[in-house]
């Protein structure tokens, strides 16, 4: 499947049609949309209001000859002024509760929008992370939600408040001098007919500049997570360089997306604008062959400029919504994703008590990406509950993939994989992996407290039994030691631990999980001899009373199994213990070889330094 942002690049949308998905998310809260919708109605009636004023001023204010009125020209004055000073006040308390229940709505609109996206994502099966970068997951989370916020904010409110103000004013023309109305409101459908057609090309260039934009964010979210890397060979020139190519390519699209909407307003206002002196003038030569008063052309003239101004403030709208269009149909994008992994509609339930058995029955797997190469193929075993089954091969022979399909992080293509009896594809997937537990060799440790870490997964554990969980992953003593114990943050990706502390924290996370079955990615390949030790004699602690199954790198591992798979593209070849084996001098006896020469060599070399 290919990547959610070239896809949606190759059939691009014709309408606004990506904001009415958002709709859900304001009738949730009905009595803040109608108390923003009231404002909005009530500030466009008083300003529509003021013309009417103005013309009575004009017309009958300087002379006091408005019948019914005995107080004279200057009574008549103050009286019409000081319902002016009303309706300034009333218009600025409208203002002011639109802006303030506009914009609420639309914060909280977008608080709920980005809460639900981020919950779908977690709950997205793997082969989505495979094919979509985490920075472009990330731009859509959160530049797109910022576009979208604008939209329901500012663009909504204006938007609501100029179309309101808009049909008003053109009612209040029509009332006022028929004839006059339809030299301006013949010019709309100048202004209509363009305004569609430049929003699709708004849109349009409005949606390649986010997607850049979020190539942009990518990249830079994966150059500052590698950046010791990037440092170490010297490639901030390169790098610095490959950003600011990206970035070039979102501000050209970005400018590309502000020239077409410059366009569409300055051509909405000047036909508008347009209008507007031709009636000024047709009206003025009525007001000078007395067919008009002064007073009615000034109303007139008044509408026509609140008309005008709406339509034209309408035009930029336009483009905000089309750019929020965009956002919307991204992040719609993401909550149409569905997850190739998911519980059945009538999940079986695992049997309890937990046993542990794992059952691999003919399985064959290709990753989604790679459907032509199979990693698995026709592989059959078992794992009997509380036995220690050791998985061991070259590199690419299918050992995470037992891992990954045990977990049910995908499905097999064939054949089909058992815990405790039940079909793991016939279970709910949450259930089947609160009964795992994974301590991987690429540790993952979040920005978050030592605590807080080792609980991850565990919710609600006690400080009493994470402390327990340290101790016997014997994390403890160099947690203790910092500054504020169990609540230090330990900084992201565990910038701040070495490399066995950090092993020790994931395998006090395991041990506080407490499950039946143990997978463990061994954790020692990678340390010195005396973190080893350490995380090899917490190992042992877990593997106690646990169902496991390694995937080894170390003989130190291998000799404590109680059996052994050797896997080669996708297969088991061998199976036996390590003595039995190394007696068949087969694919184990020679990676054996290769790993004793090995560190006799470094033996050596050791020694001669």
Do not use: C
Request: aromatic letters at 6%; charged letters at 20%.
């Amino acid at each position: 499947m290919p990547d959610i942002s070239s896809a949606t690049q190759q059939r691009p949308r014709r309408n606004l049609k990506p904001l009415a998905a958002l709709a859900p998310y304001v009738l949730r809260h009905k009595g803040m949309a109608v108390a923003a919708l009231f404002f909005l109605v009530a500030a466009a009636a008083t300003t529509l209001t003021l013309p009417i004023a103005v013309r009575r001023v004009v017309d009958h204010g300087f002379s006091g000859s408005e019948p019914g009125f005995t107080g004279g020209a200057t009574g008549f004055l103050d009286a019409y002024f000081a319902m002016l000073g009303v309706l300034a006040l009333i218009l600025a308390l409208a203002s002011a509760g639109r802006y303030f229940f506009v914009v609420t709505l639309g914060e909280t609109v977008v608080a709920e929008l980005r809460r639900d996206v981020f919950a779908h994502l977690s709950r997205l099966s793997p082969d989505f992370f495979d094919r979509t970068m985490s920075g472009e997951i990330v731009s859509r989370l959160t530049a797109d939600t910022v576009q979208i916020k604008s939209a329901f904010g500012a663009s909504a409110s204006i938007l609501l408040r100029n179309l309101i103000l808009f049909l008003g004013a053109a009612l209040m023309m029509v009332v006022t001098s028929p004839s006059l109305s339809l030299l301006v409101l013949g010019a709309i459908p100048l202004v209509v007919l363009p305004l569609v057609a430049f929003g699709r090309a708004v849109r349009r260039r409005s949606r390649r500049a986010q997607d850049t934009l979020a190539q942009a964010s990518a990249f830079a979210t994966e150059a500052i997570g590698a950046i010791r890397t990037v440092q170490a060979f010297n490639a901030e020139g390169p790098t610095t360089r490959r950003f600011d190519a990206a970035v070039d390519d979102a501000f050209r699209a970005a400018r590309d997306s502000i020239s077409a909407r410059a366009v569409l307003t300055a051509f909405a206002i000047f036909v508008v604008s347009a209008s507007i002196v031709a009636v000024l003038w047709i009206g003025a030569s009525r007001v000078a062959l007395g067919t008009l008063t002064a007073g009615t052309l000034g109303q007139f003239m008044l509408y026509a400029v609140f008309a005008a101004g709406a339509l034209g403030q309408l035009s930029e709208v336009w483009g905000e919504l089309s750019a929020s269009a965009g956002a919307a149909e991204r992040l719609g994008e993401i909550l149409a994703e569905r997850p190739a992994i998911a519980a059945p509609p009538a999940p079986v339930a695992l049997p309890s008590p937990a046993r542990g058995e794992i059952r691999f029955e003919d399985v064959s797997f290709a990753y989604p990406g790679r459907p032509h190469a199979p990693t698995l193929s026709h592989l059959s075993f078992v794992v009997r509950p509380g036995e220690t089954v050791a998985l061991v091969g070259p590199s690419g022979a299918g050992k995470s993939t037992i891992f990954a399909l045990t977990e049910r992080f995908y499905d097999p293509v064939a054949g089909r994989i058992l815990v405790d009896g039940v079909d793991v594809a016939a279970a709910d997937p949450a259930d089947l992996r609160r009964r795992i537990a994974l301590v991987p060799q690429d540790v993952t440790v979040f920005a978050a407290t030592a605590a807080e870490n080792i609980s991850f997964g565990s919710e609600g554990a006690s400080e009493a039994e994470i402390e327990r969980a340290a101790r016997a992953a014997l994390a403890d003593g160099f947690v203790s030691a910092m500054d504020q114990g169990y609540a230090t943050p330990i900084g992201e990706r565990g910038v701040t631990l070495s490399g066995g502390q950090r092993q020790r924290i994931a395998i006090a996370r395991a041990l506080l999980r407490d499950a039946p079955i143990l997978l463990l990615d061994e954790a020692t390949s990678a340390l010195d001899a005396e973190s080893e030790g350490l995380v090899q004699r917490a190992l042992e602690g877990l593997m106690q009373g646990r169902t496991t199954l390694v995937i080894a790198h170390r003989l130190a591992t291998v000799l404590k199994a109680d059996r052994i798979l050797v896997i080669e593209e996708g297969r088991i070849v061998e199976e036996g213990t390590h003595a039995s084996l190394i007696a068949r001098g087969g694919l184990y006896a020679r990676l054996a070889r290769l790993q004793f020469d090995t560190g006799r060599d470094a033996m050596l070399s050791g020694a001669a330094e």
